[in-house]
Every structure is written in C-alpha cells, then in structure tokens.
C-alpha cells in the first residue's frame, strides 16, 4: 500500500469521531499534500509524530480558503496549508520580528518563491495584528503556550494571551476555525509551567477561548501519547513525542 492510500485510509478512520466539516474536501488531498515532492527532509521527517494530513482533516482546511499560520517557524505547517487551499486559497504566515533573521528571510523567500500562495508576515512578540474578519481558518501549532513565557535571552516580553485572543477573535471570519495543538501539561501555575517545560494545561487554552467568544467544536485524541508530562518538550526521552491536545475551536457566525 502506497503512502498516499494509507494516508487517506487513516484520514477516513479519523474522521468517525469528528463533525462534517472535513469531509467536504476529498480524505486523499490532504495525503497527497504530504506526499507531494517538494517539500524539505527537515518537514517530512517530522510527519510520523505530527500526522499532519489527519489533523488539517481534523480542522477541515479546504481549498479557496484564506489561511493564517501563527508563530509559523519554519513553515512546516504552512506548507502544507498552501498546499490544500490551492491556487484560490491563500496562506499569511506570521512570525514574531524577534525570530527573524536573515537566514530565515531566506529561508522564507524561497519558500514563497516555490508557493506564491504564501506570503510572510512580522510582528511584534506581544503585538499581533490583523484586519478584522480576514481569515476562514487560522493554526496554533503548538505555540499557544508561548503567550504564556517570556525571556530576555530571546527578547521576548511578558504578554497578554487575552489580548492576543480579542485581536485573533475579530480577525477571524464569522464561522472561521482556529485550530490548536500543544503539548500536554499537568494542572498548575500556567507561567511557571510553560518557564520550565513548554507545556500548557489543556483547561487554560479551553478556558481562554471561551473567554474570547469561540465555541470548542471538537478535540481529537490523534497526538495523544503515554507521556507523563512531567518533563521539557525538549528533552531528548520526549523530544517529538509528547502528548498534545487537538482542538478545533470556531467564531460563531452571529
């Protein structure tokens, strides 16, 4: 069985426990994103532990959509976003302006190069910002905790994750999806979890959400491992195997 059947296999299995959403695009355009050639070794090693085309299942990502990607990295995730919005769809990658440097200007002028659809925004760590009702579906991946640290070394202030979440909340379309996965944490205090092990507790991200007016449509057991969540994500025992949550939050439409 070749890669992209047994994605679309897993897709579909997937999707039994979720809502409607995801199955107005084909379970095959997602695994053949992931298949497709083009992409770097650094992204697709990365794909057993992230399961990529069954979480953008999951979301309900589909083509023509205008697409954000928040604290985007490297652009793993936003990638593969051009990928299934197409040619009609449009990908805005945000990056903090304290992580840029001229390696990944680069880094990211290449990769808009090679997928025009895909544009790179800059903003300051605690100054997100975006027009209002500017994006169908926007992605968290594994960064939302980040709101909660801070750190001289990397320049990066103490913020607000509700002010974050007001501006967020208005530049989503009415009926949009955020789609959010982390590393698990156990209950505690929330800044001092994240300080020591990038980690945040699954009931502070539903808790902020709802403050900011999305509803919690779904959450999916996809990335769920035996971790013990007691160690940094960084820690070699760990390192691309912690359990995460995946939940799929959306703006009401009135």
Same mark, same amino acid.
């Given at each position: 069985?070749? @890669?992209?059947?047994?994605?679309?296999?897993?897709?579909?299995?997937?999707?039994?426990?979720? +809502?409607? %959403?995801?199955?107005?695009?084909?379970?095959?355009?997602?695994?053949?994103?992931?298949?497709?050639?083009? @992409?770097?070794?650094?992204?697709?090693?990365?794909?057993?532990?992230?399961?990529?085309?069954?979480?953008?299942?999951?979301? #309900?990502?589909?083509?023509?959509?205008?697409?954000?990607?928040?604290?985007? $990295?490297? #652009?793993?995730?936003?990638?593969? !976003?051009? @990928?299934?919005?197409? %040619?009609?769809?449009?990908? !805005?990658?945000?990056? %903090?302006?304290?992580?840029?440097?001229?390696?990944?200007?680069?880094?990211?002028?290449?990769?808009?190069?090679?997928?025009?659809?895909?544009?790179?925004?800059?903003?300051?760590?605690?100054?997100?910002?975006?027009? +209002?009702?500017?994006?169908?579906?926007? !992605?968290?991946? !594994?960064?939302?905790?980040?709101?909660?640290?801070?750190?001289?070394?990397?320049?990066?202030?103490?913020?607000?994750? +509700?002010?974050?979440?007001?501006?967020?909340?208005?530049?989503?379309?009415? $009926?949009?999806? /955020?789609?959010?996965?982390?590393?698990?944490?156990?209950?505690?205090?929330?800044?001092?979890?994240?300080?020591?092990?990038?980690?945040?507790? %699954?009931?502070?991200?539903?808790?902020?959400?709802?403050?900011?007016?999305?509803?919690?449509?779904?959450?999916?057991?996809?990335?769920?491992?035996?971790?013990?969540?007691?160690?940094? /994500?960084?820690?070699?025992?760990? &390192?691309?195997?912690?359990?995460?949550?995946?939940? @799929?939050? &959306?703006?009401?439409?009135?």
């Amino acid at each position: 069985m070749n @890669r992209t059947i047994w994605l679309s296999t897993a897709i579909a299995a997937s999707l039994c426990f979720t +809502a409607a %959403p995801a199955l107005a695009q084909k379970a095959a355009d997602y695994g053949a994103a992931v298949s497709a050639p083009g @992409r770097s070794a650094d992204d697709t090693a990365l794909d057993a532990s992230r399961k990529p085309a069954e979480v953008l299942a999951f979301f #309900g990502l589909k083509k023509g959509m205008t697409a954000a990607d928040i604290m985007a $990295g490297g #652009g793993y995730y936003s990638d593969l !976003m051009g @990928r299934i919005v197409g %040619p009609t769809g449009k990908v !805005m990658a945000y990056e %903090p302006t304290q992580f840029i440097d001229d390696k990944a200007k680069a880094h990211w002028t290449a990769l808009s190069a090679r997928q025009p659809n895909i544009t790179l925004g800059t903003y300051p760590f605690d100054g997100f910002a975006a027009p +209002a009702n500017s994006f169908d579906f926007v !992605m968290l991946h !594994m960064v939302y905790h980040d709101l909660y640290w801070e750190s001289e070394k990397y320049k990066v202030p103490h913020a607000d994750p +509700a002010a974050f979440l007001r501006t967020l909340y208005a530049a989503v379309k009415p $009926g949009g999806i /955020v789609g959010v996965v982390d590393h698990v944490a156990l209950p505690g205090d929330t800044r001092a979890t994240v300080e020591k092990m990038h980690r945040i507790d %699954p009931e502070t991200v539903k808790k902020d959400f709802l403050a900011a007016g999305f509803v919690l449509e779904a959450e999916s057991p996809l990335l769920h491992t035996d971790d013990d969540r007691t160690k940094l /994500v960084f820690d070699p025992a760990v &390192r691309g195997h912690t359990d995460r949550f995946v939940f @799929r939050f &959306r703006k009401p439409k009135k």
